[in-house]
C-alpha cells in the first residue's frame, strides 16, 4: 500500500485495488501514468477485438472500457463530495446492472477511448484542485469509510486491475 495513506481509513474491499499502484508514485502521478499505460495497450486493439469477450457471460472490452468510465465518474463525485465536507453516507452501485444499459458494444472504440481520455483529464484537474487538507477529509459510501486521497489511489488502481485483465485474458 502507497505510504501516503498510511494513516487513511478506506474499507478493505478496496486495498486490492490501492496495492497494485507504485508505492512510489503520489495521486496524481499514479493516474496520470496508469492511463498512459492503458492507452498503451489500447492502441494495440482493433475495433473488432473491442467487441470480444473471453467467455460466455463476460464483457467486452468496450463493456469494460465502459464500466471503468462510469466507476471514475462516481469516485470523482465521491471524492468532490467528501471534499466538500458532504458528510451524507453516498449509495453504492451495482456496476453488473450498469454494463447492460451503457450501449458500449454498439458504440466505436476509438469513441470510447476518447471519452475515457476526457473522463481521466477531468479526474486529474479534479484531484490537482485539492488542497492537502480536502485530500484527508473523509466520508462514506454504501457504509464504507474513504479518504479523498484514497479514492484517487483506487481509481488508478481499479484502472490497473481491469488492464491486467485485458492484457491477460482479451489479448
Known amino acids: 500500500m502507497t505510504e501516503a495513506l498510511n494513516n487513511h481509513n478506506f474499507s478493505d474491499y478496496f486495498k486490492h485495488y490501492i496495492n497494485l499502484v507504485n508505492d512510489n508514485d503520489d495521486v496524481i502521478t499514479a493516474l496520470e501514468q496508469t492511463h498512459k499505460k492503458t492507452n498503451e495497450l ?20 468496450k463493456e469494460l472500457l465502459v464500466h ?35 450501449g458500449a458494444n454498439d458504440r466505436k472504440l476509438c469513441e470510447i477511448c476518447k471519452e475515457f481520455n476526457l473522463v481521466r483529464q477531468g479526474t486529474i484537474a479534479l484531484f490537482n484542485s ?42
Open 42 to 61: 489500447l492502441d494495440l486493439v482493433t475495433e473488432e477485438q473491442g467487441n470480444y469477450a473471453y467467455a460466455e457471460g463476460k464483457w467486452s472490452i
Open 68 to 102: 471503468m468510465i462510469d466507476t471514475e465518474r462516481i469516485f470523482c463525485n465521491r471524492a468532490l463530495r467528501i471534499a466538500r465536507n458532504d458528510k451524507t453516507d453516498m449509495p453504492g452501485y451495482n456496476h453488473d446492472a450498469y454494463v447492460p444499459f451503457s
Open 130 to 171: 485539492f488542497s492537502p487538507e480536502m485530500l484527508e477529509r473523509t466520508g462514506t459510501a454504501n457504509g464504507n469509510p474513504f479518504s479523498v486521497l484514497a479514492i484517487g489511489y483506487i481509481i488508478s488502481g481499479h484502472e490497473i486491475h481491469h488492464t491486467n485483465v485485458m492484457d491477460e485474458r482479451y489479448l
